[in-house]
């Protein structure tokens, strides 16, 4: 069932939805070579429990971290470690917070030092991705609308769209109804409805589509060793449009 929220719970959600932004866009500043992600877990559990509010992804089904931080080729799930960053490298960061029994869910992928061309280009494309996906969440369309914008972009740009990890609905659970997968058909799916919000994840591999899970039953992984980028927003279907709860 998707449950579509009054105003007074979707500005609940911006508020979520704005301070789990603002603590990873703290950490895209941490990110430079010779940093762990371990150091970035450290700092955003710390902001965490500054600001008072509780981490949704610790303790979510078993997982061990406030953050997801998956490096080079790892998709979504990475478990933070002492492995050290060095330039060059890509490293997505998702993380969720629960504020008053709402919840914020958001990720970006930031480069490590100076990254290559290509890797650049994958990042604005999967970026621009889900911008696009963004526009098509108006009341009157359709599901299928966001996901094929994602897949259409990323295509024609020659990247392929992961199958196996989707987008979600998100209130007073981490995870709702609808799920979002980031491939499909325009004009079909559920119709948008205004009060739905929706976290919009668009997860983009240099190479194939395939994933496969490490044996840490957490750490999602390119099948051909391809990178892979990751951004997420939450997004509010208005009247007057789509409302990004997690914009700055």
Request: hydrophobic letters at 40%.
């Amino acid at each position: 069932m998707i449950i579509c929220k009054s105003a007074a719970e979707i500005e609940k959600l911006r508020r979520s939805g704005r301070l789990v932004r603002e603590i990873l866009e703290e950490m895209r500043q941490k990110v430079r070579p010779g940093a762990t992600t371990l150091e970035l877990e450290e700092y955003a559990e710390k902001r965490i429990r500054q600001i008072g509010i509780k981490p949704a992804f610790k303790g979510y089904r078993g997982y061990p971290c406030c953050l997801c931080a998956s490096i080079n080729n790892e998709v979504v799930h990475g478990i933070p470690s002492r492995r050290v960053l060095a330039s060059g490298d890509i490293v997505s960061l998702d993380m969720g917070v629960i504020v008053d029994g709402y919840y914020g869910d958001s990720a970006l992928t930031v480069p490590v030092g100076e990254i290559s061309d290509s890797l650049k280009r994958l990042l604005r494309v999967t970026e621009e991705s889900l911008q696009l996906a963004i526009e098509q969440a108006r009341a009157g369309k359709r599901l299928g609308d966001i996901s094929a914008a994602v897949q259409r972009h990323a295509e024609q740009a020659g990247y392929s769209v992961v199958r196996e990890f989707v987008g979600h609905g998100i209130g007073r659970s981490l995870h709702e109804e609808p799920q979002i997968p980031n491939f499909g058909r325009a004009g079909h799916g559920p119709v948008l409805k205004e009060g739905m919000v929706l976290a919009i994840e668009p997860m983009v591999n240099a190479g194939t589509s395939d994933v496969r899970v490490l044996d840490d039953h957490w750490t999602a992984v390119t099948a051909d060793g391809g990178y892979s980028a990751h951004f997420e927003h939450m997004v509010a279907i208005t009247r007057n449009g789509p409302d990004v709860l997690t914009q700055l």
